[in-house]
């Protein structure tokens, strides 16, 4: 059976003991399907694997937005959502650091496999699974404490099975849609719904919640559907559970929408939503570096051009690097439009074309980057690496920036000082 180079180098590696991590590191295997994967941990300044660019995770900094989150959100529960692979980050590194925190009340995702993958990580605070869920998942789910979010008709009798065949209590959050017609039970019958479903044996209701679509003329309307219908279950006798609506976005522009509880993501990772930033009412720090090695470095003469489509040429003798690290692996495609690599102390212009393992950076008319030197392409170190600096300079959303990142991307854990 054929196997990836990447596959290839990380049972290799098992098997023969190398890389051998510097002094201050440990190398543990991350859970999850698939071969297991290298985690360098420590301050070790490289990754475990080689030339390949990798993720360095920062918990300080995730302790810092924690902490800031719930400054903003006047001491309420926080709802951490670490869908899509903790947002670029890896869910098996995210997950067990913000179940650290007392001021996280839960987890959530939206897929069956990545909740549990959360319990196998170590992961002990209440997950819920914001998506669909068949019925056979659906048990396994509750045998694995996953809270659910029924949002259909068909959900009262997979609730009512579920509780037969597991003779167990089902918590769930009542998952309603307001406007966004995306997922949720719609808000025009949702009360009548509500009432049918906590009235079932068994069945717990923990929490409503529902999306806000983050446009500044509908969100309102949003907050006064999700708060109608409380009101009408209320008066049917249905008990809600806690109410939550604010997504980051939500904290930074809906303060009357944060409810009882928040459920922000991109927050905690010390990334801005849109127009945040801002603002000035929080300071959040990136809590993870994009990090390559440089693999080449050479002189190209006037006319010698770089890259695809020869969108850049020499007009003196110019030094540049080559980082392995591009497209495929989350960095963007756009980035040629005015974002800048970090090395060393300097920042550094990318040109010529992202291509989708390789990224080159023009260093001038000196020699100033050697082969192995580290270049961080997003991160906290410079404002021209921020996360938001990238997104706004290669005219994309800070969240791709962040969820596009690539799983197989190894995770370093720096636990030392910023």
């Not at 510097?22 to 399907?33: F, V």
């Not at 756009?334 to 393992?357: M, T």
Request: hydrophobic share 40%.
């Amino acid at each position: 059976m054929n196997r990836s180079r990447r596959e290839f180098l990380a049972t290799s590696a098992a098997v023969i003991a190398i890389p051998i991590p510097r002094a201050g590191s440990r190398i543990q295997t991350a859970p999850g399907p698939g071969p297991t994967k290298p985690v360098a941990q420590g301050m070790d300044g490289g990754a475990a694997q080689g030339s390949d660019p990798w993720i360095e995770i920062l918990p300080a900094a995730i302790g810092h937005n924690v902490r800031e989150v719930a400054r903003l959100a006047g001491g309420r529960p926080i709802l951490a959502v670490v869908k899509n692979n903790a947002y670029g980050l890896g869910l098996e590194t995210v997950g067990p650091l913000l179940d650290r925190y007392s001021q996280i009340a839960g987890l959530a995702v939206v897929k069956a496999e990545q909740a549990l993958r959360l319990r196998t990580a170590g992961v002990e605070k209440p997950i819920l699974l914001m998506g669909l869920f068949s019925e056979v998942e659906g048990e396994e789910l509750v045998r694995h404490g996953i809270e659910l979010a029924p949002y259909s008709d068909a959900a009262e009798q997979t609730l009512a099975r579920l509780v037969r065949r597991l003779d167990r209590p089902v918590p769930v959050h009542l998952y309603l849609d307001t406007g966004m017609s995306r997922l949720g039970m719609p808000f025009r019958r949702a009360a009548a719904w509500a009432e049918r479903v906590a009235s079932l044996e068994g069945v717990h209701v923990k929490s409503t919640f529902s999306a806000l679509t983050e446009e500044d003329d509908f969100d309102p309307e949003q907050l006064r559907r999700f708060l109608g219908v409380a009101r009408d279950a209320g008066r049917r006798g249905v008990d809600m559970g806690l109410l939550h609506l604010a997504s980051s976005h939500g904290l930074f522009f809906r303060p009357e929408a944060q409810l009882d509880m928040v459920r922000p993501g991109l927050a905690l990772y010390g990334a801005y939503p849109a127009g945040a930033r801002d603002t000035g009412a929080a300071d959040l720090r990136p809590a993870f570096r994009l990090k390559a090695r440089v693999v080449r470095v050479e002189r190209i003469e006037p006319g010698d051009s770089v890259s695809y489509g020869r969108e850049y040429v020499a007009e003196e003798p110019t030094w540049i690097a080559t980082l392995p690290v591009g497209h495929a692996d989350g960095y963007p495609r756009a980035a040629v439009q005015g974002c800048e690599v970090l090395i060393g102390e300097r920042a550094y212009p990318v040109i010529g074309a992202v291509s989708a393992s390789h990224t080159i950076v023009a260093l001038g008319t000196q020699q100033t980057v050697r082969v192995g030197d580290i270049a961080t392409l997003v991160g906290p170190d410079s404002e021209a690496v921020h996360p938001n600096t990238v997104a706004g300079r290669a005219g994309v959303s800070v969240y791709d920036v962040l969820m596009h990142l690539g799983a197989q991307l190894l995770k370093q854990v720096n636990d030392g000082p910023r």
